[in-house]
């Protein structure tokens, strides 16, 4: 299947002059058909023609099934006087969060209600920020390589967390509204962690290990704090990867593959009826006592997580019993 990628221009109140965009869309799609939306926010020093870049890899993945038909769009916006914050006058968060998606629900049919967030590096700051302030609205977010500073606090910063625009990030993170804690994604999870965990958003970071931005400190201390906080989230973190070079497109595979797991999920295409009726066939054996034969057991099908929690059930709930942690996602382990 091909995309098709169309360009133009809009104006909002939220920010000063015009702001170009691109947008992939299916190619022969109809005109009534609504589709998802993938938000693509891209990284610094760079603009909307990124989508040209992401083309092939959504043509490749829209042949073999791996991603759902869907709007794939990006607002280009600036780097200093950007950073998807919220400036005087300039309100880059909330354009993109907010009146970008409503211009492409109007003119390109997205569905505002299966809505996912993907950015790299700037980017990737901004998808993830976004999503923490308002996780119920978001069907998925994949940070690639994202700018997270690793502190809680700007004078903290250290000379390797700072090069080229990221000392700039961090300046302005600290001089719009709210300061640097109103736009740090650390502190804005910290403080929407029960709404972030109820929403059950299927959260993606990747990033390499010798990030030449040192990227990957910010995002394992990111992880940290999601597993700490018992928040569900998949972290891929990449051997001898940099910031750019092959990694750049693999992550974008990986990332757009998360969303697209996600968007099936949602959709309820991500097993059959058989399936289905297996799981319920499991679930009804643990209910009646477990008595008589079990189930079939698919090891390698998507029922098996139910089976292998019906055949624990009796041990599960001895060591919730004994041990309260065992009904979290992810342990507390030691210091």
């Not at 609504?34 to 990124?50: C, F, K, M, Q, R």
């Not at 978001?138 to 940070?143: D, K, M, Q, S, T």
Request: proline share 7%; net charge negative.
């Amino acid at each position: 299947m091909s995309s098709r990628l169309t360009r133009g221009v809009f104006r909002d109140p939220l920010v000063e002059g015009d702001v170009p965009y691109a947008v992939l869309t299916p190619a022969g799609r109809t005109s009534d058909a609504t589709l998802p939306l993938i938000l693509l926010l891209h990284g610094a020093n760079s603009t909307s023609d990124v989508l040209a870049m992401v083309q092939p890899i959504v043509d490749d993945m829209w042949a073999d099934g791996s991603l759902p038909r869907s709007v794939i769009a990006s607002a280009s916006t600036p780097t200093a006087g950007g950073f998807y914050i919220d400036h005087p006058g300039n309100g880059w968060e909330s354009l993109v969060a907010a009146a970008f998606p409503r211009l492409l629900e109007k003119e390109y049919g997205a569905d505002p209600a299966r809505t996912s967030l993907l950015g790299a590096s700037m980017g990737g700051y901004g998808a993830l920020k976004i999503a923490f302030a308002e996780p119920a609205r978001w069907l998925a977010v994949a940070a690639v390589a994202p700018a997270l500073l690793p502190v809680l606090a700007p004078e903290e910063l250290r000379p390797r967390n700072a090069l080229d625009v990221l000392a700039l990030l961090s300046g302005e993170m600290a001089g719009a509204g709210g300061g640097f804690a109103a736009n740090s994604v650390l502190h804005r999870l910290r403080g929407n962690a029960d709404a972030v965990r109820a929403s059950g958003l299927p959260i993606f970071l990747r990033c390499g290990d010798v990030d030449v931005f040192a990227m990957h400190d910010g995002t394992e201390q990111l992880h940290r704090a999601l597993w700490d906080l018992d928040i569900g989230h998949e972290y891929h973190l990449v051997h001898g990867a940099d910031h750019l070079g092959p990694e750049a497109l693999s992550a974008q595979r990986a990332a757009l593959a998360f969303i697209g797991a996600a968007q099936r999920r949602a959709a309820g295409e991500d097993r059959t009826a058989e399936d289905r009726e297996l799981a319920a066939a499991w679930r009804a054996w643990a209910a009646g006592g477990r008595q008589g034969a079990p189930p079939r057991l698919d090891a390698f099908g998507v029922s098996a997580s139910v089976a292998l929690r019906a055949m624990l059930e009796p041990e599960l709930s001895e060591a919730a019993r004994r041990d309260p942690t065992t009904t979290r996602r992810y342990g507390i382990l030691p210091a």
